[in-house]
T-cell receptor
């Protein structure tokens, strides 16, 4: 069983579309995250949820909206996609700040 | 807030040679430190972490790292690399009172025969 699973693995879409990426973890962790990896491979946190409550919201356009229906799921919805949104998006989970498990990533390409 | 600096963006190395990847951090509080590896077109895998205790930390695949508080460093080493160690390596830091993991810019290791 995959500990942190993301779907889809690849996503190609046109500018202006709305898309969602789903994430599920089966580790029983309380905290989940979304990270963005840009074309230079730099990783930056976008959001974090702890027990379904938003605790970290970095400077991210409000076109990005995370949703956590329960503590095992954290989805990312993106409205009005732009070329600059092309990146690899990683979901992660942790039990406190001492151990993080990452999903395999979703490569988003906006054309 | 904490930050991480990886001092080498690219490290070419011959197979069976040793490698050291340098990482420095800045923080006003005690931190937890991590090294992750990302193989081509794959996700992030934890190599090792320092939470407390012994400053020499052993990880998977023969890697180890040493925490040096006075120099605020957490350098990663492997005595003999393989072709399969070709990957991107990320140093990361988290505040024990925080939930945010902050990454360095990464070091690309290319192992040549």
């Amino acid at each position: 069983d995959t500990a942190v699973s993301q779907t889809p693995k690849y996503l190609v879409t046109q500018m202006g579309n709305d898309k969602s990426i789903k994430c599920e973890q089966n580790l029983g962790h309380d905290t989940m995250y979304w990270y963005k990896q840009d074309s230079k491979k730099f990783l930056k946190i976008m959001f974090s949820y702890n027990n379904k409550e938003l605790i970290i919201n970095e400077t991210v356009p409000n076109r990005f909206s995370p949703k956590s229906p329960d503590k095992a799921h954290l989805n990312l919805h993106i409205n009005s996609l732009e070329l600059g949104d092309s990146a690899v998006y990683f979901c992660a989970s942790s039990h406190g700040p001492s151990g993080y498990t990452f999903g395999s990533g979703t490569r988003l390409t906006v054309v | 807030a904490q930050s991480v600096t990886q001092l080498d963006s690219q490290v070419p190395v011959f197979e069976e040679a040793p490698v050291e990847l340098r990482c420095n951090y800045s923080s006003s509080v005690s931190v937890y430190l991590f090294w992750y590896v990302q193989y081509p077109n794959q996700g992030l895998q934890l190599l090792l972490k320092y939470l407390s205790g012994s400053t020499l930390v052993k990880g998977i695949n023969g890697f180890e790292a040493e925490f040096n508080k006075s120099q605020t460093s957490f350098h990663l080493r492997k005595p003999s690399v393989h072709i399969s160690d070709t990957a991107e390596y990320f140093c990361a830091v988290s505040d024990p009172n925080d939930y945010k993991l902050s990454f360095g810019a990464g070091t690309t290791v290319t192992v040549r025969a």
